[in-house]
């Protein structure tokens, strides 16, 4: 495997189900991201870990729940999530939270809250 | 705060025609890194070019080309001869300098729809 990976790719969960999104990069990277992207809103950032702490928390509802075992694995924990959480999640790592370095992304897992 | 806005939502093309993304920013900082991303239906943002604030030389790779504009804080994309793979969202994004600078702020995105 090559990049940033996501899984899975699709997720349809009800509003009472537990679930996790994982994403993994192969790059070495010392930075991991997570992002929101919904139909009427810009990319959003929810949160950036650096060096497997989390240093940045973008106002994210606690229904999300992030997790950073290593440097090289990121899981997004959901639970009791709303139908306006429904939106396309995306993984991202840099080398490191510096402003110079571009992000690589994951292709992202596209969730659906019934 | 920061600010990218990419007044095109959408673009429509015929194939070989040239298309100008527009991407205006606002930020108080003096030094910051300006981006553009690629998003493919497939769904991952590659990355296409990133241009630092010192540096408003205009830049060229193949069929792609950035005019940096410090003066009207603009960072505008032109694909030329577009081809049908070209067809995608395409975003505009803006991050701070120093260790913590790697906040990317995203524009709203432009669709490019290229026509055979």
């Known amino acids: 495997e090559t990049g940033v990976t996501q899984t899975p790719r699709h997720l349809v969960m009800g509003m009472t189900n537990k679930k996790s999104l994982k994403c993994e990069q192969h790059?070495?990277?010392?930075?991991m991201y997570w992002y929101k992207q919904s139909a009427k809103k810009p990319l959003e950032l929810m949160f950036v870990y650096s060096l497997e702490e989390r240093v940045e928390n973008n106002s994210v509802p606690s229904r999300f729940s992030p997790e950073c075992p290593n440097s090289s694995h990121l899981f997004l924990h959901l639970h009791t999530l709303q139908p306006e959480d429904s939106a396309l999640y995306l993984c991202?790592?840099?080398?490191?939270?510096?402003?110079?370095?571009?992000?690589?992304f994951g292709p992202g897992t596209r969730l659906t809250v019934t | 705060a920061q600010k990218v806005t990419q007044a095109q939502t959408e673009i429509s093309v015929v194939e070989k025609e040239d298309v100008t993304l527009d991407c205006v920013y606002e930020t108080r900082d003096t030094t910051y890194y300006l981006f553009w991303y690629k998003q493919p239906p497939s769904g991952e943002l590659v990355f296409l070019i990133r241009r630092n604030s010192f540096d408003e030389q205009n830049e060229i790779s193949g069929r792609y080309s950035w005019n940096f504009q410090k003066s009207t804080s603009s960072f505008n994309f032109t694909i030329t001869a577009s081809q049908v793979v070209d067809s995608a969202v395409y975003f505009c994004?803006?991050?701070?300098?120093?260790?913590?600078?790697?906040?990317?702020?995203f524009g709203g995105g432009t669709r490019v729809l290229v026509k055979p």
């Open positions: 994004a803006l991050s701070g300098a120093g260790a913590a600078g790697n906040k990317l702020t």
């Open positions: 790059l070495g990277h010392n930075a």
């Open positions: 991202a790592s840099s080398p490191s939270r510096e402003g110079y370095y571009e992000q690589y």
